[in-house]
C-alpha cells in the first residue's frame, strides 16, 4: 500500500491546556505519531505506527494469537519486543491488563497494571514506579484520552482520528489511521501500550 507524506495536523484547543492548572506542566513540544491499525506481515489485526516528524517506522504489532484480545507483542522498528501485554483469564465483572518489560514465556511482575471501570468509558492504570493514570475514550468519536492523576489531573497522550491536513482540515484519511499525540514528561512506547489496551476494551 502506497503511503503519503504525513502533514502537519491543524491545531486545535485540547484539554493539555485546561490541565496545566491542576498540575506542573511538562517542558519542551508534544510528539505526534501516526497510527495504522494494521500488520506488515500480516493481513489482519495488528498495528504500524509511524514518528510525523521523521516519517519513520517505530513501533510495529503482529498478532499471532487467534484472540489478539488476550496478549499482544509491542515491538520496536526492528521486531524486539518491548513489552507484552497480557489480559487476566480471572473471572471477573471488570476487564484487568497488565504490561511486562520484553518478551515473557511465564508469568513475571509486571509493571502496569489497567482496569476497566464499571459502566463506564474510563480505565485506571497503575504503574510499578506510583505514577497513576486514567484513560477516557469516546467509542462513537474515534477519540481517547490518557491523563495522569498522580497529582492532579494532567493530559499526557491522546488519540484522534487522523485528517489530511491543513489543506483540507476535517477530511479523515480512513477509519483505521489515527493521531497519537504524546506530550512531553510521557513514555512514547508506555503511551502506545495503553493505547493498544484501550483499542481492546473498546
Not at 5 to 19: L, M
Not at 187 to 194: I, N, V, Y
Request: with cysteine.
Amino acid at each position: 500500500m502506497k503511503r503519503s507524506r504525513v502533514h502537519e495536523e491543524p491545531k486545535v484547543a485540547s484539554d493539555h491546556a485546561k490541565s496545566i492548572s491542576k498540575a506542573k506542566a511538562f517542558s519542551g513540544s508534544a510528539n505526534k505519531l501516526t497510527i495504522w491499525q494494521k500488520s506488515l506481515l500480516f493481513n489482519g489485526r495488528g498495528y504500524t505506527v509511524y514518528d510525523n516528524s521523521t516519517g519513520r517506522l517505530i513501533f510495529r504489532v503482529d498478532n499471532y494469537a487467534s484472540d489478539w484480545r488476550m496478549e499482544m507483542f509491542l515491538m520496536d522498528s526492528t521486531g524486539n519486543v518491548l513489552f507484552t501485554i497480557k489480559r487476566s483469564p480471572k473471572l471477573s465483572f471488570l476487564e484487568r491488563w497488565e504490561v511486562f518489560r520484553g518478551e515473557i514465556k511465564d508469568e513475571g511482575k509486571p509493571f502496569i497494571k489497567a482496569r476497566k471501570a464499571f459502566g463506564i468509558a474510563s480505565c485506571k492504570v497503575s504503574s510499578a514506579a506510583g505514577d497513576e493514570y486514567e484513560m477516557r475514550w469516546s467509542a462513537g468519536e474515534g477519540w481517547s484520552k490518557i491523563y495522569q492523576t498522580t497529582a492532579g489531573t494532567l493530559l499526557v497522550a491522546e488519540v484522534n482520528r487522523k485528517q489530511l491536513g491543513k489543506a483540507t482540515p476535517g477530511f479523515l484519511i480512513g477509519k483505521d489511521v489515527y493521531s497519537l499525540t504524546v506530550y512531553p514528561g510521557m513514555d512514547q512506547a508506555t503511551a502506545m501500550a495503553l493505547v493498544m489496551i484501550n483499542d481492546a476494551i473498546r
